[in-house]
């Protein structure tokens, strides 16, 4: 390894600055972490529950784009990705692509941890060889199907056939393409997935709640029924202490960004900073925050009824993992009504809420308000702009767009089939009906 790599005193990019001492207890894990999807989450799950600290080095966009490709997310958003994860300690921007010795002893990882998939550099060798060598390399089982490789085929391809239609059913092994048998393994798999992300901080036991909301059609997807729904519990998780004021948002949170991210943190800081004022931290007894925050998510049909082309880009299972596995959640509501009517607010199992919190903008085009209950219970409050509120699954698709021929060189290098020009002037061209439609609403409302 490079003497040249390796930083010199003060210019390490996160504390600390001097040398940790080595332990097995402190784990490091690294990656590109290109898009918040879960199969990133699942590896630094799996990590943590090797030791109890999880250092997780994040690579830099230049060596990304000289070993890989170009990245779709700048380092600040990846950053925050991998901060918002439950499971993280420490993230660790500008670490080496290929994984170096004296950059994990100086952090005091002991162990490096990644997924049964080869990663190669530029020259085409292993970059996890150095630690391999050194005996200090855990393999973790790779999440199966999520990559952002197969996220920007989507894109680029527009498919819908990740399409969830009923997630209760597919869990049962009652809905899907497959046979049977296939769709129980199946089932049984994301079932797990779901009780493995309702974990808290260790990986190891109970946290985030996790229900499902079912109601009709009509009910789910816009104002035009009251219902108070059923509720299925998926995993049971720490409930809300008595205490503690119950917050509720909800959305699609397609391709979980940064946006979504720094949304959902701002929430957390408003609670947090209303129980500095309401003395709540006075109080030595009270290990857990003043806010319990629930978070609804739509399904696959409500979101693309709204917004159309191919949207959602994840489907309900995989933007739901995302949500669950932030650390800002304490419970997900799996497809949550669209409009959270008063019936909905008021029969939520943690009772009614105490604030509903709503974004500066909103990427779905709407020719009503939803959000007329909460406001006139006197619950709704508003975050207000921030750094990323502009990043969205539709700002992810032009960016991919707008550099189609590198991503679709990058599909190529994975063996992915890549997007011909039809397909990607039909995604252009369905991009602009949705925009001319959304502009047509906001008119109309």
């Known amino acids: 390894m490079d003497d040249a790599a390796v930083p010199k005193p003060g210019k390490w990019p996160v504390e600390p600055q001097t ?57 600040k958003e990846r950053v925050a990705a991998v901060d918002a994860c439950r499971w993280s300690t420490k993230s660790v921007p500008y670490a080496p692509y290929v994984t170096s010795l004296p950059w994990i002893s100086h952090y005091g990882c002991q162990y490096v941890v990644h997924g049964d998939d080869i990663t190669s550099d530029s020259s085409g060798e292993d970059c996890y060889r150095y630690v391999k060598a050194a005996g200090r390399f855990l393999v973790v089982k790779r999440t199966p199907g999520i990559s952002t490789t197969d996220l920007v085929g989507r894109m680029l391809l527009c498919t ?6 009923s997630l209760l059913k597919t869990l049962a092994g009652e809905e899907g393409s497959e046979s049977p048998e296939e769709r129980r393994r199946l089932g049984d798999e994301m079932t797990q997935r779901i009780r493995d992300y309702a974990t808290d901080e260790t990986g190891l036991q109970p946290g985030p709640q996790v229900l499902s909301w079912a109601g009709s059609k009509a009910a789910m997807e816009d104002h035009a029924s009251e219902e108070t729904g059923t509720y299925h519990t998926m995993a049971n998780g720490k ?31 408003a609670e947090e900073a209303m129980g500095h004022q309401n003395g709540w931290y006075e109080d030595p007894n009270k290990d857990y925050g003043p806010a319990y925050i629930v978070v609804g998510v739509h399904d696959d049909e409500v979101i693309n009824h709204w917004k159309g082309v191919n949207y959602p ?21 799996f497809s949550a009504p669209f409009t959270p009517s008063k019936a909905y607010l008021t029969n939520i199992p943690y009772g009614i809420p105490n604030a509903v919190y709503h974004g500066p903008t909103s990427f779905m085009p709407l020719t009503y308000d939803p959000y007329t209950a909460a406001k006139a219970l006197g619950i709704y409050h508003e975050i207000g702009n921030h750094d990323f509120q502009n990043v969205n699954a539709g700002e992810i698709v032009q960016r ?22 039809e397909a990607v002037q039909r995604r252009e061209a ?16």
């Open 313 to 333: 880009i994840m489907n309900i299972f995989e933007r739901g993992l995302c949500v669950l596995q932030c650390r800002y959640v304490d419970s997900v509501i």
């Open 430 to 445: 369905m991009e602009q009906e949705a925009a001319r439609l959304e502009k047509d609403r906001a008119g109309n409302r």
């Open 160 to 165: 819908k056939n990740h399409f969830i239609r």
């Open 239 to 269: 409930a809300p202490h008595q205490s503690q004021r119950i917050v509720y948002v909800d959305g699609g949170f397609d391709l979980f960004s940064s946006g979504h991210i720094e949304f959902l943190r701002q929430v957390a800081m």
């Open 400 to 421: 991919i767009l707008k550099s189609r021929e590198m991503y679709e060189e990058r599909q190529r290098a994975k063996g992915e089939k890549a997007a011909t020009e």
């Open 19 to 75: 040398d940790v001492k080595t332990s097995e207890d402190r784990i490091w894990v690294d990656g590109c972490f290109d898009f918040a999807h879960h199969g990133h989450a699942g590896a630094m799950l799996q990590a943590r529950r090797l030791g109890k600290e999880l250092l997780v080095g994040i690579h830099s966009d230049e060596e990304i784009m000289d070993n890989k490709g170009p990245t779709v997310m700048t380092l």
